[in-house]
């Protein structure tokens, strides 16, 4: 047994009662993003179903934080691809990821915004990873809505996670010009 003694100390001035706690700036951020996150549905088909019966009141997605949906890519830091996404709506998908401000997160629903599905012609996107950076890909065709709950928590998780300054990163600028965007 030890002979050391544990000696309690005083707290600083200032530095004492209700309501005061320490943690980085950039957790702070992190956890004020994750719990208000303002998605975009873009919805093609069936997996746009599935997210209506999510955003309704048996799943209710509003519990996560994204109580309000945005329709308007300026407005909106998660953009949903639900649904087969055709070649030539390519450039419109793209278009709206470009509108979004920074920090955005890319949410794939489905077989078809993951990778095409069981649709391998000639018309299909074969997946909107090769249009825009993904951050999580939800499977299923179509996928249940508590699938799309679980990658929207991912979101969350990396909405949470991420410095402040990761958008700024020599690595995430080179990602975004592998895709043509500056």
């Avoid at 700036?25 to 956890?31: A, N, Q």
């Avoid at 020599?170 to 975004?176: G, Q």
Wanted: with cysteine.
């Amino acid at each position: 047994m030890s002979d050391r003694k544990i000696q309690m100390v005083d707290a600083p001035a200032g530095l004492e009662g209700q309501g005061f706690f320490a943690t980085s700036l950039d957790s702070l951020v992190g956890l004020a993003r994750a719990n208000s996150l303002w998605p975009l549905p873009f919805a093609t088909s069936c997996c746009g179903i599935e997210f209506m019966a999510t955003m309704a009141a048996h799943y209710d997605i509003a519990r996560f934080g994204s109580e309000r949906l945005s329709f308007s890519a300026r407005q909106a830091d998660v953009l949903m691809v639900m649904g087969t996404i055709a070649k030539k709506m390519a450039p419109v998908v793209k278009q709206v990821y470009l509108q979004m401000a920074e920090p955005r997160w890319v949410l794939a629903v489905g077989a078809c915004a993951s990778s095409g599905g069981i649709f391998d012609t000639y018309s299909v996107l074969q997946g909107i990873d090769r249009i825009i950076p993904v951050d999580v890909y939800v499977p299923g065709c179509p996928p249940r809505p508590e699938q799309i709950l679980d990658g929207f928590m991912q979101i969350q998780e990396l909405a949470k996670s991420e410095s402040t300054r990761r958008r700024q990163t020599p690595e995430y600028k080179e990602l975004l010009a592998s895709y043509g965007i500056e």
